[in-house]
């Protein structure tokens, strides 16, 4: 049984976000049995797939060291690239069904092309603890899937060097405690429009180098605040960080980046 490491959102190795994809299989393994390789590789999220009677769909699963979640983006750019990539699969647009329905993926010149549900955040009052366990006062805070605390420019994002203690025992009006994205405007000289980071000790990541699922909440943000659909993002996190390309499409997130394979596994069990 063979395994791959993929730097998603990167676009020369040992960038982005890495993510382990196991070869699909033709029924899901036993849970248990799932977590404990997640547990083992220890990346952010392993993605394991499951064949359909249609070539170009499949079903799609994701566990971080300590949990199956929802959505993970990276995980499925990086699900989609083994498949194209590395297993030669030849197809106009794969689908993953998922705990977030139906999630479409098309490869481009450029890379790859993710349809994901967006996540339109609330604005919220500020959450009792968000300040002190982030070291510094957000401008304004939003709730989507994850809070999201806007802070006064790219230096101060980043600057963050959270409490994650603290962090993790925050929710507010989001849906999952313990996930906070921080953004604000990138400088006028850089490349990309905002930089973002992504602190996720509620699922058992501190720190998420590059996340899909953040930007689902981030595009639609943003797409408001610039008023137009096409957003470019940065995420900085110390050492790798991210590009994420979005552009909101009504209800849905194209999410665009690249990918690289950066290890070829086998799996003796």
């Avoid at 990539?85 to 794969?94: K, V």
């Avoid at 957003?231 to 999410?255: C, E, S, Y």
Wanted: one cysteine or more.
């Amino acid at each position: 049984m063979r395994q791959w490491t993929i730097d998603a959102f990167a676009s020369a190795p040992f960038r982005g976000n890495p993510a382990c994809v196991v070869e699909p299989f033709d029924q899901w393994p036993d849970v248990a049995w799932m977590q404990a390789l997640a547990k083992e590789n220890n990346q952010a999220e392993t993605a394991f797939l499951m064949r359909t009677e249609d070539p170009a769909r499949f079903g799609l699963r994701w566990f971080t060291p300590g949990m199956e979640v929802d959505l993970c983006g990276h995980a499925t750019l990086a699900s989609a690239h083994v498949l194209l990539a590395e297993l030669g699969l030849t197809a106009d647009a794969l689908t993953f069904d998922s705990r977030s329905g139906p999630l479409i993926v098309r490869a481009t010149d450029g890379g790859y092309e993710m349809d994901f549900p967006a996540d339109p955040p609330h604005r919220t009052a500020l959450v009792e603890g968000l300040a002190e366990a982030l070291g510094v006062e957000p401008l304004e805070v939003w709730a989507g899937h994850y809070l999201v605390a806007v802070l006064a420019d790219a230096d101060a994002v980043h600057a963050v060097t959270p409490d994650i203690r603290k962090l993790a025992a925050l929710q507010g009006e989001a849906g999952e405690p313990g996930q906070v994205i921080v953004c604000a405007l990138a400088d006028p000289a850089d490349d990309v429009d905002v930089v973002d980071r992504f602190f996720a000790p509620g699922c058992g990541v501190d720190e998420d180098p590059a996340t899909g699922s953040a930007h689902c909440i981030l595009a639609p943000l943003y797409a408001d605040k610039l008023g137009r659909a096409e957003v470019r993002f940065r995420q900085v996190f110390p050492g790798r960080g991210g590009d994420i390309a979005t552009v909101l499409n009504g209800d849905r997130v194209l999410l665009r980046g690249q990918a690289v394979t950066v290890i070829e596994s086998r799996l003796r069990l």
